[in-house]
């Protein structure tokens, strides 16, 4: 499957952002779908993760109750909606996939995705 990010952009802390990935290539819907970021001198963090239904979603714990993420099977697109946004969220976002028939649960670590998009630059000014 194939991943395209976007929406980054430039914004100013306590602003939001929407970012959208949409997938081609393979059935959308067999996929769980998951966001990670990497800030400049930083490894790659997970953000949120969405089953391949959205019915069960996790996020880490720096993000938790700023960040929702949600999907539309029908759109192939999976979108990561960043409210309250802190200085600290500054990084590249990365959407990722991994098959349903690996975790029925969308997994939090990086290395057990498959699939990768190019990543887009998030920068929250203070």
């Known amino acids: 499957v194939q991943l395209q990010a976007s929406g980054g952009g430039l914004v100013q802390a306590g602003g939001s952002l929407r970012l959208s990935c949409a997938a081609s290539?393979?059935?959308?819907?067999?996929?769980?779908m998951g966001w990670f970021r990497q800030g400049s001198g930083k490894e790659r963090e997970f953000a949120a993760a969405?089953?391949?239904?959205?019915?069960?979603?996790v996020f880490a714990d720096s993000v938790k109750g700023r960040f929702t993420i949600s999907r539309d099977n029908a759109k192939n697109t999976v979108y990561l909606q960043m409210n309250g946004l802190k200085p600290e969220d500054t990084a590249v976002y990365y959407c990722?996939?991994?098959?349903?028939?690996?975790?029925?649960?969308?997994?939090?670590?990086?290395?057990?995705?498959?699939?990768w998009g190019q990543g887009t630059l998030v920068t929250v000014s203070s």
């Open positions: 969405t089953s391949w239904s959205g019915g069960s979603t």
């Open positions: 290539g393979r059935t959308f819907s067999l996929y769980n």
């Open positions: 990722a996939a991994v098959s349903i028939s690996k975790y029925r649960i969308p997994p939090r670590s990086a290395s057990l995705y498959n699939y």
